[in-house]
């Protein structure tokens, strides 16, 4: 397959792109900094520069057989309104001109894969979320409404469209594990608030492995958890990163002072969704790390045996 990426030298992209070149696909992607983007990706992918025009675009697509979304500026940080334009025509704004250019191809890609994020359901406790929970009103709900609308206007009767609501994505080289990583090696690290709010997470290897099923499965559909099948609490989190790392791991971080120092974005660590990946395991998918000890143990560069199961077509 030919795959267009938005977002490819992110945390995600970047994993992404290498996953599928060894599955032996060709990539285009999508760049701001053609310089960067070089130096992050490799001279095997095509960049196609955002300034080069609609006429550009609309010709890199109509020789993609898939597209996958992930651009977008990154939440953390004070939502100040300025700021929050920004999170918004990085995803929402992108995603319209995105989706404009595919229907007016001259040939339409088979699937488009989008990003969305679990804070799609709001702060809902205990409550287990699956793909046909109802959405909330926050501001960060409202984002993700208006992302994934955007998203499917794309789908037509030879275009599928996939819904990534993704959880915390956990990894070596970037994302939120990576800012936590050294105050918990300096035995500084703790539950975040409360610690009873549900944390849904996923390995980046199983996060890449789900996209590449999703590019070329057409059970895949419509919005998907893309979270691990046991969604846990940032306490229990803290335990078993500090377990992994052998530190102690009991000092709270509280609310108030990331309110203090993130504002409103502070909501996405603070609020909870206990979100489940039906979807994905109706249709089969197995997690190569299901459980948060085996994925940290992994991450942090110990050696635990991990369970690596598969299907032989994925």
Aim: charged letters at 25%.
């Amino acid at each position: 397959m030919h795959i267009f990426i938005t977002g490819a030298t992110g945390f995600i992209g970047r994993a992404l792109v290498l996953r599928l070149q060894r599955d032996g696909h060709t990539i285009t992607a999508w760049i701001r900094d053609e310089e960067r983007a070089r130096g992050a990706l490799g001279a095997d992918v095509d960049l196609l520069p955002i300034e080069s025009g609609e006429s550009a675009l609309r010709d890199a697509l109509a020789v993609s057989d898939g597209v996958v979304n992930l651009a977008g500026e990154p939440l953390v940080g004070r939502w100040t309104r300025k700021r929050l334009q920004a999170i918004t025509e990085s995803r929402v704004q992108l995603t319209e001109r995105l989706v404009h250019a595919m229907r007016y191809a001259e040939h339409q890609p088979s699937v488009f894969v989008s990003g969305s994020a679990v804070g799609y359901y709001g702060d809902r406790g205990d409550e287990v979320l699956t793909e046909a929970s109802a959405p909330a009103d926050d501001t960060l709900a409202r984002l993700c409404r208006d992302w994934e609308q955007a998203a499917l206007r794309a789908e037509s009767a030879g275009t599928r469209v996939v819904l990534l609501r993704t959880g915390i994505v956990l990894g070596r080289e970037g994302g939120a594990l990576a800012r936590l990583l050294l105050p918990f090696k300096l035995g500084l690290g703790g539950p975040i608030g409360s610690g009873r709010q549900y944390m849904p997470w996923i390995h980046l290897h199983d996060h890449v492995d789900m996209i590449a099923a999703a590019l070329r499965d057409d059970r895949f559909s419509g919005p998907v958890n893309v979270s691990a099948p046991e969604p846990v609490t940032t306490r229990e989190f803290a335990r078993s990163l500090g377990r992994a790392l052998h530190r102690p791991a009991f000092l709270p971080l509280p609310g108030f002072a990331l309110k203090l120092a993130l504002g409103e974005a502070s909501s996405v660590l603070l609020t909870g969704q206990r979100a489940v990946p039906e979807k994905a395991l109706n249709v089969g998918f197995h997690f190569s790390y299901g459980e948060i000890n085996a994925a940290l143990s992994e991450i942090v560069g110990r050696s635990a045996p991990v369970e690596v199961r598969r299907l032989e077509s994925w």
